[in-house]
């Protein structure tokens, strides 16, 4: 081997050396330099840079916003009230170097200590209010609250930043949930109870109504009834008088011949004289 492919060889290292130490850090990435362990520098920017192979590593960060899913935990309100509180939160690395040195750069660990620190401001905060309070009155109030006080903390010791951090869900513990719900329960029956009262004497007073309305609607068509009875029957007089008093002999005629045939086609018996005045018609067709 000449000399110059040792030159060459030795050049050909050199450059996979120096090519080894080059990393690229995107837009969705937070990168430290390490020199045997420690960071030697943090916050690199996007980009292409080198480090010093063999002696230099590089670490590689998520930035972009993550989310906590917390475990639901009970705590106690105020009025020594038991809750469990489904909560999560928005958070992001802020301090690389600060992230690093309490972590190790482990997620899992950052999120184990995230989780402590939400579940204690939690328990503080719920213990300051009454369950009302937590459940609806003042719920915006203590999130923003909480998430001011978990930044106090978490950035001067995790390096993180908490963006919010909300309730997902707010409950009662088994065993005072059933409580809760047979009072509940005890309650709507009460009421239940009072509208099918009020219902029934609702009901009864409408039945009373109507009835009056009935029996004097009856007792006033039977009187406009009787009155244009009258009145007909009365009509009806005046008429009969009316023609009786044109032709009597022929109106007397006509009512013997029905008196006739409603009575000789019946199987009833009639006694009667022979000279009976029934007769008149029937002896002389003049009636005389």
């Keep these: 081997m000449n000399a110059k492919s040792l030159v060459a060889i030795v050049l050909a290292a050199i450059v996979l050396v120096a090519a080894s130490g080059l990393f690229v850090v995107n837009e969705k990435e937070l990168a430290i330099k390490l020199q045997l362990g420690e960071v030697v520098e943090a916050g690199i920017e996007p980009g292409l840079h080198w ?16 989310t906590l899913d917390a475990t639901p935990s009970r705590f106690l309100t105020s009025g020594k009230k038991y809750v469990i509180v ?8 802020k301090d690389i170097r600060a992230y690093y ?20 401001g939690l328990r503080d905060e719920i213990a300051a209010r009454t369950m009302h309070d937590v459940v609806s009155g003042e719920r915006d109030e203590l999130m923003t609250k909480l998430t001011a006080l978990l930044n106090e903390d978490t950035q001067t010791e995790l390096g993180i930043e908490v963006l919010d951090v909300r309730v997902k869900a707010i409950d009662l513990p088994e065993d005072l949930s059933q409580s809760v719900y047979d009072r509940m329960s005890a309650e709507r029956q009460r009421e239940a109870r009072e509208h099918r009262s009020q219902g029934r004497e609702l009901a009864e007073g409408i039945r009373a109504d109507a009835d009056r309305q009935k029996t004097v609607i009856e007792a006033e068509a039977y009187r406009d009834a009787e009155r244009l009875r009258g ?10 008088n009316a023609a ?3 032709d009597a002999e022929f109106y007397s005629f006509t009512r013997s011949l029905k008196a006739y045939t409603e009575t000789f086609n019946r199987n009833d018996m009639i006694l009667l004289k ?7 018609y029937m002896k002389d067709a003049s009636g005389k």
């Design 231 to 240: 009145e007909g029957d009365a009509e009806a007089s005046r008429i009969y």
């Design 86 to 93: 489904d909560a999560f939160a928005k958070w992001r690395i």
């Design 244 to 246: 009786y008093s044109q």
């Design 51 to 66: 480090a010093t192979p063999f002696v230099q590593n590089v670490k590689k960060f998520d930035a972009r916003v993550l």
């Design 274 to 280: 022979p000279d009976s005045d029934f007769f008149r």
């Design 101 to 120: 040195r309490a972590t190790s750069g482990n997620r899992m660990e950052a999120t184990k200590l995230l989780s402590n620190l939400m579940n204690k």
